[in-house]
């Protein structure tokens, strides 16, 4: 294979485990966002925000004890003023979720009630349009009936009448009263076959009497069903205006909820920010070591500022990259440049974690001695990456602003996490730097804090370590291939140092020999 496709590959393979390198911190930085881990569980490690152990333990805890006391009782207070604050918040919301089918339904009662009284007055009217027609009817029918049975009593009138006149021209013989009479008799057989049967009389005056009182039901106050109709109008008026009046009611009692849910909202709110200033209060008095005599009734303290913790996590961090660039220019020696630095750059963080940690316990130290080896190795990888991709003086260029960055972003979030809440946003983006995981990892063992935060931080680094183990193993010694390139193509001088810049765009490799 040629030099040039040796140099591509090696690139593209140093890439990749770049690549790698960063995944781990952007896994760290998702967890974060999607658990919300505040830094104060470091040293908090029941879950409730305390005060950051102190920078220095010159304050006495007596001086502290009032303090403390009152923002514990006010943090107690407030936490049950957020809990029945948010039970009203979340009340009002469902009541007025609830009410508005209520109000829906309620409209439309009074909507119907407005139709139902309109229909009632347009049958009111309707009626009184026909109660005019029945009346008429009635008169009529009454008139007919009338006549039909007083015509019984005109016939036998007539009978009457014709029966005299024909006995008065019975001893007349005057050819015309004979005539007339005859006459007069024939009327008579005619008009007694007219005759009225009682039945029929009796169904006629039926007719007539059940005519008018149809009539006088319909138009007449004091009927049954004229009156009904009047009241049937009236009430389904009054029910238009009572669920009418229910109606503008419901709808104040609406905006009543409203008013009632949002100022619910706001005072949950208003809780809510309470809570968090009296969290900040805790958070800025310090929890510092207790005397002597209380130490030995309540058993060990320890504590170790994580300001302190994150100083001594950078510096731990600046000597991972001075190894993995001296492990570069010695490649003959890079192992033992990197165990042995690594061995040396922790010891130099214990012992200064020993002497600025107050208390420490065995396993406390154990736990802080992974955390700063992890670290160390993960900046040896980071930086090995960097001299990888961009060259000795590009490397060390883009690790020093790397490390400048990560020393303003994760110092300004952890000093303020010491005090206040830290936004989200904030802890995110420290997440995604190494120097947070092992400022995390190293104030949770030092303050006995949540076990989460504490393997979370030397997980990450792990990884980060693991793979920057394997970019310092990708770039081979090539000592034996330089010094045959050298003159006369003899190795050189045993004692000396072989240094191969393994850049992928390095010109050329440079041999350095002690004299």
Do not use: C
């Not at 504490?454 to 291939?481: Q, S, Y």
């Amino acid at each position: 294979m040629s030099s040039g496709s040796q140099n591509r590959l090696r690139g593209v393979r140093g890439a990749i485990l770049a690549i790698l390198l960063v995944l781990p911190l952007i896994a760290g930085a998702l967890f974060v966002a999607g658990d919300g881990m505040d830094p104060a569980r470091t040293w908090s490690a029941d879950g409730e925000a305390t005060g950051a152990p102190a920078d220095s333990q010159a304050i006495l805890p007596a001086d502290l004890v009032d303090a403390r006391r009152a923002a514990g009782e006010a943090g107690a207070q407030a936490s049950l003023l957020t809990t029945g604050t948010e039970e009203l918040a979340d009340g009002a919301a469902e009541l007025r979720e609830g009410v508005a089918p209520l109000q829906e339904g309620v409209s439309e009662v009074a909507e119907g009630a407005g139709e139902l009284s309109q229909g009632m007055v347009e049958i009111q009217a309707g009626v009184g349009q026909l109660g005019v027609g029945a009346t008429e009817i009635a008169d009529a029918v009454g008139g007919a009936v009338d006549g039909v049975v007083s015509l019984d009593a005109i016939r036998g009138q007539i009978i009457g009448a014709v029966d005299r006149t024909v006995a008065e021209l019975e001893d007349n013989d005057d050819p015309n009263a004979v005539e007339l009479r005859e006459e007069l008799l024939g009327l008579n057989e005619q008009l007694t076959l007219v005759d009225i049967a009682p039945d029929l009389a009796d169904q006629l005056i039926a007719l007539r009497d059940g005519s008018r009182e149809i009539a006088n039901q319909l138009t007449t106050p004091g009927f049954a069903f004229h009156d009904g109709i009047y009241a049937a109008t009236q009430g389904a008026a009054d029910l238009n205006a009572g669920l009418g009046e229910v109606d503008e009611g419901m709808a104040q009692a609406v905006d009543g909820i409203t008013q009632l849910d949002d100022g619910a909202t706001q005072i949950d709110t208003m809780a809510t920010n309470a809570h968090n200033r009296v969290d900040s209060v805790n958070r800025s008095l310090p929890a510092v070591a207790p005397v002597a005599e209380e130490a030995t009734e309540e058993g060990p303290t320890q504590s170790l500022s994580p300001v302190v913790a994150m100083l001594i996590a950078a510096l731990v961090m600046l000597a991972g990259a001075a190894i993995a660039l001296a492990a570069h220019l010695l490649p003959t020696r890079r192992w033992l440049i990197v165990l042995g630095g690594t061995a040396a750059t922790l010891v130099a963080g214990i012992v200064a974690l020993l002497v600025l940690a107050t208390g420490l316990s065995a396993a406390s130290v154990w736990l802080s001695a992974l955390a700063l080896a992890v670290g160390a190795l993960a900046a040896v990888g980071l930086t090995s990456a960097g001299i990888k991709l961009f060259g000795v003086i590009g490397g060390v260029g883009v690790m020093a602003v790397l490390g400048v960055l990560q020393l303003g972003v994760v110092g300004w979030v952890w000093k303020t996490a010491t005090a206040t809440q830290v936004a989200d946003w904030l802890q995110v983006v420290a997440a995604l730097l190494p120097l947070h995981w092992a400022t995390t990892a190293l104030s949770a063992a030092g303050n006995v804090g949540a076990s989460g935060p504490l393997w979370l931080g030397v997980g990450v680094l792990a990884v980060v370590a693991a793979v920057g183990l394997v970019i310092v193993g990708t770039g081979r010694p090539r000592a034996a291939a330089d010094a045959a390139a050298a003159p006369g193509g003899e190795p050189g001088a045993e004692g000396d140092d072989v240094v191969v810049d393994v850049d992928a765009e390095a010109p050329a490799t440079e041999v350095f020999s002690r004299e």
